[in-house]
């Protein structure tokens, strides 16, 4: 039972990570792009430290990728307080 918790946790942070990644971009929303990232990294930070092979360790791009794009967003429009 442990086991397909698991699972349901991991693949459903992808799945938010997903959703959050497109509508930050479609919206221009650092937030969205900074959860997308934050909700991708334990799936990702897990297949990356799980084989030495050059492929897996593309997959911590996705989060990367996620958190330069909130950075980028965040500086092109800062927010009015």
Do not use: H, N
């Given at each position: 039972?442990?086991?397909?918790?698991?699972?349901?946790?991991?693949?459903?942070?992808?799945?938010?990570?997903?959703?959050?990644?497109?509508?930050?971009v479609?919206?221009?929303?650092?937030?969205?792009?900074?959860?997308?990232?934050?909700?991708?990294?334990?799936?990702?930070?897990?297949?990356?430290?799980?084989?030495?092979?050059?492929?897996?360790?593309?997959?911590?791009?996705?989060?990367?990728?996620?958190?330069?794009?909130?950075y980028?967003?965040?500086?092109?429009?800062?927010?009015?307080?």
């Open positions: 039972m442990d086991f397909l918790l698991m699972g349901i946790l991991l693949w459903s942070l992808v799945i938010a990570a997903l959703l959050l990644g497109l509508y930050g479609w919206k221009r929303s650092w937030k969205a792009l900074f959860w997308g990232g934050v909700a991708s990294l334990l799936p990702m930070g897990l297949i990356f430290t799980g084989d030495d092979s050059w492929v897996f360790k593309l997959s911590i791009v996705p989060p990367l990728l996620m958190f330069i794009g909130a980028f967003f965040k500086q092109r429009r800062p927010e009015k307080v």
